[in-house]
């Protein structure tokens, strides 16, 4: 066995709200009023919708395929060569992935909080605490998600009353201006930011889960919570900043607590909101990567994956300083190839691997 430890479905719970905030909270509202303007809560509203969904096909791959992580049952069900082609091609995702988390990681504390710390150093400690967190394994993961999880969703409720006082209904108006497509193209960034990222959570289930059912029944209330409250980041920036304010600032949910000031007294915020996405990334960072240990470890036949953990962790800290030159460069990859990949490994592959495993059930 790779891995000896187990998860509770309340930690897939906690552990899903935490990875949703960690993508969603901080550039995501941003990215999204970019295109659908005042309209966004649209956007949250149907993205939700849609990622439930999205939740459905990974948890009836999870149910059909108990006790195996999607390396196992994609060579099981493709056949050795074109499975292991597929699960090589889902690694390098979880790699990349990995990077890309660490990117946003550095940028956001070289670019926000520490100006004068060099990225580079910045991911390198990032990086480090990952690797270390991935040694100890899901089941110590999962027990510290726990612990931090009331602080990140804290850090939220309490940035929403505070920033209430200063909300202008009008912000939201004039209601459906910006028209269909624009509202459509935010529901898909929705989907390649947020939903399709979760397809990382089937190398922990059904594999390291105690209670598959329960398990399945607490992806979807932890979805629905996490949505809830990205929802109310998204109207509370609105409101607040203006939707063309809030889509020219990276970070826009920070920017919104830096408004925050009152009567001179409770001010700087930010840290708040600086906490809870450094939270929240983290376990982003550390899901990808431990998801990319387990699967290189499974193809190459490993008894322990934890020799991998510093050699792939070097390689990570080495593609996030080749592969997003500057924020410019992110942004326009982000809005562009990053949603054809996103749905090529977030919809195509697991829906490929879930009909050939109905077609090939229904055989036998």
């Known amino acids: 066995m790779l891995e000896s430890g187990s998860i509770s479905e309340h930690q897939i719970k906690v552990l899903v709200i935490l990875n949703f905030i960690g993508t969603a909270v901080i550039n995501a509202p941003g990215a999204l009023m970019m295109e659908a303007k005042q309209e966004v809560w649209i956007v949250g509203i149907i993205g939700l919708i849609i990622g439930l969904a999205l939740m459905k096909l990974y948890t009836a791959l999870g149910m059909m395929f108990k006790g195996m992580t999607l390396v196992q049952y994609s060579r099981k069900l493709l056949g050795k060569i074109f499975g292991t082609l597929i699960s090589f091609w889902f690694v390098l995702f979880l790699i990349l992935n990995t990077s890309a988390f660490l990117w946003i990681e550095g940028d956001f504390i070289s ?29 110590v993961l999962a027990r510290t998600a726990e ?52 397809v990382a959570f089937l190398m ?88 990319a240990l387990i699967a290189l470890a499974q193809l190459l036949d490993l008894k322990d994956y934890k020799a991998l953990t510093i050699p792939l962790g070097i390689i990570v800290i080495i593609l996030t300083e080749i592969r997003f030159p500057n924020s410019a460069y992110a942004l ?33």
Request: net charge positive; no cysteine.
């Open 204 to 291: 922990i289930f059904p594999a390291f889960v105690n209670n598959v059912e329960n398990a399945k029944k607490s992806f979807f209330t932890g979805m629905i919570l996490a949505g809830l409250l990205f929802e109310t980041i998204i109207l509370a920036t609105v409101l607040v900043m203006g939707a063309n304010v809030a889509s020219r600032n990276l970070y826009s949910t920070y920017a919104l607590a830096k408004m925050i000031s009152i009567g001179e007294f409770v001010e700087r915020i930010e840290a708040i909101i600086a906490m809870v996405w450094v939270i929240s990334i983290f376990f982003n960072t550390v899901l990808y990567f431990y998801g």
């Open 147 to 198: 612990v931090l999880y009331p602080w990140a969703v804290g850090g939220i409720v309490i940035l929403t009353i505070l920033v209430s006082p200063s909300i202008e209904v009008r912000n939201l108006m004039p209601i459906l201006e910006v028209g269909i497509k624009p509202i459509a193209r935010g529901a898909l960034f929705y989907q390649s930011f947020i939903s399709l990222t979760f």
């Open 111 to 139: 670019t926000q909080i520490m100006t004068e710390t060099p990225q580079l150093a910045t991911n390198i400690l990032f990086m480090t605490v990952v690797i270390f967190a991935s040694r100890l394994g899901i089941e």
């Open 332 to 364: 326009q990859w982000n809005t562009t190839t990053w949603v054809a990949y996103a749905l090529t490994n977030g919809l195509v592959i697991p829906l490929l691997i879930l009909v050939v495993g109905k077609i090939k059930g229904k055989k036998t």
